[in-house]
């Protein structure tokens, strides 16, 4: 049986109280689990943003953003992780639809 690997996208934001290493190594480890798990295309480290409504009596929050690719019993471990892991302030991982190219009639 073939497995199917789809497109995922996910955005975390980390508690902006914690050090620059500590930071950094929440990071890396989210990368290698991904990397561990399916294949991380693309990862945006967009830093310290306001958020749009206080978390944990945080204004602020270090955000991140990664594509990835992975089979689709993946992306609920990940969220499991993400949700128990001191210093993750939200988290949400998305599925990306596949694109639908329309066939040409004769």
């Not at 689990?33 to 990862?43: C, F, K, M, Q, R």
């Not at 210093?87 to 990306?96: E, P």
């Amino acid at each position: 049986m073939e497995k199917i690997i789809n497109s995922y996208e996910t955005l975390y934001v980390i508690d902006p109280d914690l050090t620059e290493e500590a930071t950094k190594a929440l990071v890396e480890k989210f990368t290698a689990l991904i990397n561990a798990n399916g294949t991380a295309s693309e990862v945006n480290e967009w830093g310290k943003r306001k958020l749009a409504y206080p978390i944990n009596d945080k204004t602020e929050g270090y955000y991140v953003l990664v594509n990835f690719t992975s089979e689709g019993s993946f992306p609920a471990e990940l969220e499991r992780v993400m949700g128990i892991t001191e210093g993750i302030l939200r988290s949400i991982v998305i599925r990306h639809e596949a694109k639908k190219t329309a066939k040409a009639e004769a």
